[in-house]
């Protein structure tokens, strides 16, 4: 009886992680399906997108996605994790309808900086809600779920450009279709918010005991009396209960684990990753593999990459952390580098020159999903205590859009300026950069410290 019960707990914690990971699913969706769509809609007889307002089209959801991550933790600590996630589905949603209907450039901006907001809380919510809600044995493998589920929505956006752009690709409206096709995930995931667990983390910070200890119970957490127990007499020390910026950043240890959480999202978007997201499709035509060579190819490198995010994510599951991402990183370089020399050498003919191209970029995609991108997701929903939880995982991820936002906006402009080869060994050398900073900032015996004795009160 005892495990049948043990069992139904498991099954129920399974249900409500790979629901939240929708969320994920959809930051990939949405952030993956512009690299096959945005060739059609740049075409004359749709939304007619130069260059630059390439670059505005793709940075529109991202700079949205800062102000949805900023306003998330906000929000979340309001009206509670799944009544946010219920929001994240219903504007994902509209948005998406809007996107695909949009006109004209402007149009096609305002809409896609509305579907940044619900993509930006998202990536912010889901890694969090997954820890809060994971007993400590499975709380990595739920948390790297997420980081999975981000590579497979890219990867099914890509599979979905590349099966409607080959066969209606003539129809220069198809990229419509590649749009609206996001709206049948963000539906599945409202329908499911009804049925998933609330955050027992959550009630504990509302002072709902009883609540939480049911939850916990029900998601299979063991021996959680004395841990709701130490968190009454915490709450009860506390004389307010509210969330105030000025006394979290006076406290040295809460000001550290901040500072090392921006630096940690830095790192994982100055690798160049996002520009192989959103220009894939582009930049593989530049080389000469044509439109439709290019959408497949994309297939093939997201089918790659969530091959490496499963194995990555098993392996970083019980290894040093810190180690991983120096180890992620050195990879970063060396794939980028070795981008650069291919594409500046004139010593290959145009086919073989395409497919160390391919081999190259499927090459840094599965070491940077595979590595760099699950530990710094694992690192930033873990590293922060829970009474400060919320906003700092919605600053540390503001923190990946802005920085997003920068390099998706500039990009068209440096591979026109500086061209392809020079740009990647640019992002070959901000990876080295990366190295020195989590060398210098990213220390786990340090963070694990000052999670454990850092308190607001």
Not at 6 to 21: A, R, T
Not at 105 to 119: D, E, P
Not at 264 to 285: H, K, P
Request: charged share 10%; net charge positive; hydrophobic share 50%.
């Amino acid at each position: 009886m005892k495990t049948k019960s043990k069992k139904v707990k498991l099954n129920f914690l399974h249900y409500c992680v790979y629901v939240i990971s929708l969320g994920g699913f959809l930051f990939g969706y949405d952030t993956g399906v512009i690299n096959g769509a945005l060739a059609f809609m740049s075409r004359p007889g749709q939304l007619n997108l130069t260059p630059t307002l390439q670059g505005i089209v793709s940075s529109s959801l991202v700079i949205g996605a800062c102000f949805g991550a900023l306003g998330c933790g906000r929000v979340a600590d309001k009206i509670g994790r799944r009544k946010t996630l219920r929001i994240i589905a219903i504007v994902f949603t509209i948005a998406t309808v809007f996107c695909a209907v949009a006109m004209n450039f402007w149009l096609m901006s305002i809409f896609r900086f509305i579907l940044g907001l619900a993509v930006g809380a998202a990536s912010s919510l889901s890694p969090m809600y997954l820890a809060e809600i994971s007993p400590e044995n499975l709380r990595s493998a739920n948390v790297n779920k997420n980081a999975i589920f981000i590579v497979l929505g890219q990867l099914c956006a890509f599979i979905v450009n590349a099966i409607l752009g080959n066969i209606w690709g003539h129809w220069d409206p198809i990229w419509r279709v590649m749009v609206i096709s996001g709206a049948v995930p963000s539906i599945i995931l409202w329908v499911n918010s009804f049925r998933i667990s609330g955050s027992p983390q959550w009630l504990l910070l509302k002072h709902r005991f009883n609540r939480a200890r049911k939850i916990f119970r029900r998601l299979g957490f063991e021996n959680t009396n004395q841990f709701i127990k130490s968190q009454s007499e915490q709450s009860s020390e506390q004389n307010d209960d509210e969330f105030i910026w000025s006394t979290a950043l006076k406290n040295k240890k809460l000001l550290y684990l901040l500072v090392t959480g921006i630096v940690i999202a830095l790192i994982q978007q100055i690798s160049g990753v996002n520009t192989v997201m959103y220009y894939g499709t582009i930049l593989l035509e530049k080389v000469g593999m044509g439109e439709s060579g290019s959408l497949y190819a994309n297939v093939l490198i997201g089918v790659v990459s969530v091959i490496a995010s499963i194995f990555g994510t098993r392996m970083i599951e019980h290894a040093n952390h810190h180690r991983m991402l120096i180890i992620g990183l050195i990879g970063n370089v060396v794939f980028m580098a070795l981008l650069g020399t291919i594409m500046k050498s004139n010593v290959f003919s145009q086919g073989v020159t395409n497919a160390l191209v391919l081999i190259s970029l499927t090459l840094f995609l599965a070491n940077h999903q595979g590595i760099v991108s699950p530990v710094t997701w694992l690192l930033l929903a873990e590293m922060f205590p829970g009474k400060v939880k919320a906003q700092f995982m919605s600053v540390a991820t503001a923190t990946t859009w802005i920085t997003n936002f920068v390099i998706s906006l500039i990009y068209p402009q440096l591979v026109a300026i500086l061209g392809t080869a020079l740009v990647f060994f640019v992002f070959a050398m901000s990876n080295g950069l990366s190295i020195v900073l989590a060398s210098l900032f990213v220390n786990s015996k340090k963070m694990a410290k000052a999670y454990d004795t850092a308190s607001l009160s």
